[in-house]
């Protein structure tokens, strides 16, 4: 009798093992289901049903991550693959302030992006605001060279128009950030040297006092050709800037007014 006992405890134990698997196979196919209908709100709940139901399941944190990412995305705004093709072409200039506009005050000329095919190796939409027909969209673009691995990321605000059955225009788009994805694996390649330049200066002030500007040098001992990107303190303001640096040579960055204090935020390939 005690045989038969343990024998349907057995079973009861292992049905409600196999009812409980099932179960959370359904959430994962519903949200996967979902998912391809674009209902990334419904998807993302079935997801965490499914991870509630197997906390140790692999890979379901990125769905839930995928759903964040696109449902921003109201009915009848332009998809992530319409942003995309809406971009190619388009030029890309840094915002006053920003690491690749210009600082200096010296007459460098602002950076500027051509978006090619397949450099677009993401996007994000962070907001949407719908005002009648069209959208505003605030957009991180991430980029990615031809010949690197580093990649830039476009913080932008974008004005979709709708020109006709679903063909859309960007209208407007304004920076607001640029910067890269910083990786660590050029910090090393970089050696900085503060120097003051005794033989170039400027006029201040009502009193007509003269100071000299202070030169950051930046001494490039690795193979690659890198981009260095920082801040420096000028009466009390911290500015950004970018120099590129060639492979085993030297750069400069001759910041105005001259600088106190400076830091690095990316070292990275070109």
Same mark, same amino acid.
């Not at 024998?7 to 196919?29: D, K, P, R, V």
């Not at 109201?74 to 600082?103: A, M, R, V, W």
């Given at each position: ?107 460098? =000329?602002?950076?500027?992006?051509? !978006?090619? /095919?397949?450099? +677009?190796?993401? $996007?994000?939409?962070?907001? *949407? ?37 679903? =063909?859309?225009?960007?209208?407007? !788009?304004? /920076?607001?950030? +640029?910067?890269? $994805?910083?990786?660590?694996? *050029? ?84």
């Amino acid at each position: 009798m005690n045989s038969i006992r343990k024998i349907l405890l057995i079973s009861a134990l292992l049905f409600g093992t196999i009812m409980a698997y099932s179960q959370c196979e359904t959430y994962l196919e519903k949200g996967d289901a979902l998912f391809a209908q674009k209902n990334y709100k419904e998807a993302k709940s079935q997801y965490l049903n499914y991870k509630e139901c197997k906390p140790n399941a692999t890979g379901i944190d990125a769905k839930i991550a995928e759903c964040d990412r696109l449902a921003p995305l109201p009915i009848g705004s332009p998809d992530i693959e319409t942003i995309k093709k809406c971009l190619i072409g388009k030029k890309i200039q840094d915002k006053h302030g920003g690491y690749f506009s210009d600082n200096s005050g010296l007459g460098r =000329n602002n950076w500027l992006w051509t !978006i090619e /095919t397949n450099e +677009i190796k993401n $996007v994000e939409v962070k907001q *949407s605001k719908k005002n009648g027909d069209d959208f505003f969209l605030d957009v991180l673009l991430f980029i990615q060279g031809k010949s690197s691995t580093t990649q830039y990321v476009f913080d932008l605000q974008i004005v979709f128009v709708l020109i006709g059955n679903n =063909n859309w225009i960007a209208d407007n !788009i304004v /920076t607001k950030d +640029i910067y890269l $994805v910083k990786t660590g694996r *050029s910090d090393n390649c970089i050696t900085i040297e503060t120097v003051e330049n005794n033989s170039r200066g400027y006029w201040t002030g009502s009193t007509n006092t003269q100071k000299n500007y202070s030169t950051l040098n930046f001494k490039n001992n690795c193979n690659n050709i890198l981009v260095v990107c920082g801040q420096v303190l000028c009466d009390g303001k911290w500015k950004k800037f970018y120099t590129y640096v060639e492979a085993n040579k030297e750069a400069n960055y001759i910041p105005y007014p001259a600088f106190t204090e400076y830091k690095i935020d990316f070292i990275e390939r070109k």
